[in-house]
């Protein structure tokens, strides 16, 4: 979902190089992309080619219609979903997401209803969007449960106005701003990752121009963590 802006492009680049050199010794990573990804890079603690990886990074979908669109925020949640579902089956390490995007202008319980589909997706009570909002609220609810943070951050920066540079088919005449993005619109795409982020017990870092130097806050976040347990006095009853 990178826009086609030189400067986006830049500094989303610049957040995934900031995580690679936040890398504790031991630490694996694993790169993957949502338009292309014929060359991900798997689970490796080489620097260099998790860096070589980020290289790869390229513009997101390009919006020939609305559809287009759709289809490549769908893509964007269903990579998201299969990279906490994957790290939820290991609970054995330490884990969690890293997801560099600008965002999805919908609040997070609007999502599947609106992408549930190419069919009719305006539609609340259809079957498809109702399933498709249950699984991705499972998917982030467990994820807070078995320590599996998301962390949505944005390499959009701060949105002013400006002239119009939208396709009217696919966005309508209001799409104004940075990157072909309203204020408006950006505002919605960083309330969504904060939304999202919050349920999988981690944060968004949004509106800044230097979303790269906040990048250390996440390790530092998740360098300490703890298992809670007790002996229950008696036996449970349902």
């Known amino acids: 979902l990178i826009p086609g802006d030189p400067f986006i492009l830049k500094t989303a680049r610049a957040i995934a190089n900031r995580a690679i050199s936040a890398l504790g010794r031991g630490d694996l990573a ?3 992309f949502t338009k292309d990804n014929r060359l991900p ?28 669109w759709q289809y490549g925020q769908l893509r964007s ?3 998201l979903k299969s990279a906490v579902e994957f790290l939820r089956s290991v609970p054995e390490f330490r884990s969690m997401v890293i ?14 209803p609106k992408f549930a589909g190419l069919g009719p997706v305006d539609l609340p009570g259809h079957e498809t969007d109702f399933s498709l ?16 943070p998301v962390y949505g951050i944005s390499p959009l920066g701060l949105v002013a106005e400006s002239m119009p540079i939208a396709n009217p088919e696919v966005f309508g005449v209001a799409r104004v701003g940075f990157g072909g993005i309203a204020p408006r619109e950006a505002n919605a795409m960083a309330t969504m990752l904060q939304q999202l982020s919050l349920t999988t017990g981690g944060h968004a870092i949004v509106q ?5 130097d906040r990048v250390g ?11 809670i347990g007790y002996d229950a006095p008696r036996d449970m009853i349902d």
Do not use: C, K, M
């Open 30 to 32: 694993s790169i993957v």
């Open 217 to 227: 806050e996440v390790f530092e976040e998740n360098a300490v963590h703890y298992t």
């Open 99 to 112: 997801w560099v995007t600008p965002g999805i202008p919908d609040a997070v319980d609007a999502i599947a």
């Open 208 to 212: 800044t121009n230097a979303p790269a």
């Open 133 to 148: 909002f249950q699984s991705l609220t499972r998917a982030f609810g467990e994820a807070r449960a078995s320590g599996v």
């Open 77 to 79: 949640l269903d990579t």
């Open 41 to 68: 890079q798997d689970f490796t603690a080489d620097r260099q080619r998790l860096l070589a990886a980020i290289r790869r990074l390229d513009y997101g979908f390009e919006p020939g219609t609305r559809v287009d």
